[in-house]
């Protein structure tokens, strides 16, 4: 016979996500404890942190503020003038080589 899920509310889910917050708490303690799978609470997790604008542990996209994304947009576009500076640098000194085929009269 299979086996009644419970129906947690959002408040419940909120108290269990700031449980697994604390560093003394093992998630899977807690997801034997409420009677959930570990992957649940994870997923609950990840909810609340994209629903407070919260940047998870290391993982994912990283958020910038305003000033911090223009240094990294101007650094990329530096890297990428000195790319094109060494690429046309390249093609100059190949161009400008004469193989002493057509020589002027």
């Known amino acids: 016979m299979?086996?009644?899920?419970?129906?947690?509310?959002?408040?419940?889910?909120?108290?269990?996500?700031?449980?697994s917050l604390s560093d003394?708490?093992?998630?899977?303690?807690?997801?034997?404890?409420?009677?959930?799978?570990?992957?649940?609470?994870?997923?609950?997790?990840?909810?609340?942190?994209?629903?407070?604008?919260?940047?998870?542990?290391?993982?994912g996209v990283k958020k910038l503020s305003e000033e911090e994304q223009q240094i990294a947009d101007l650094k990329k576009q530096l890297r990428e003038a000195h790319l094109e500076r060494d690429i046309l640098k390249k093609a100059i000194s190949i161009f400008s080589k004469s193989d002493g085929k057509f020589t002027g009269s």
Do not use: C, M, P
């Open 2 to 19: 299979s086996k009644l899920r419970k129906k947690y509310t959002k408040a419940e889910k909120l108290e269990i996500v700031k449980l």
């Open 24 to 59: 003394d708490v093992q998630v899977t303690d807690l997801a034997e404890r409420f009677g959930v799978v570990a992957n649940t609470i994870y997923n609950w997790r990840s909810r609340y942190y994209k629903e407070h604008g919260i940047a998870s542990g290391g993982q």
